[in-house]
């Protein structure tokens, strides 16, 4: 069974690359140590959203331990991939309304994603 969703996984993402759409990999923290970053095949994935980091009530990004870890970013933009961030998830979404709210918060969040380079930040 596990041989079936692997075919029907590497079809799958072989047929969209055909296709020129986007191939988006999810890659959650959790998953570093057992799936390293290097054994994503960048030549289907396109884009490898990572999870998880929040905003806290001043508009700063907060994350996990060792989230935003450049060995993480590299080997993706190396291969001219886009790294993305899921903001949110595990019930961490307290500073969502306030910076939602503020034009001002709004541009700190947005600024913080010049500090982790080349990473586009979902929310």
Do not use: C
Request: hydrophobic share 45%.
């Amino acid at each position: 069974m596990e041989i079936i969703k692997r075919l029907i996984l590497i079809l799958s993402f072989s047929l969209s690359t055909l296709m020129s759409q986007r191939v988006v990999g999810y890659y959650p923290y959790w998953m570093q140590t057992e799936f390293s970053v290097n054994d994503i095949d960048m030549t289907v994935v396109t884009h490898v959203i990572h999870a998880f980091g929040w905003p806290d009530q001043n508009g700063n990004v907060l994350s996990y331990s060792n989230m935003f870890n450049p060995n993480i970013a590299g080997p993706i933009h190396d291969e001219s991939g886009k790294f993305l961030l899921s903001l949110g998830g595990w019930g961490n979404d307290a500073g969502f309304s306030i910076v939602s709210a503020s034009s001002a918060l709004r541009q700190t969040l947005s600024l913080h994603h010049q500090h982790f380079g080349k990473l586009l930040l979902i929310i």
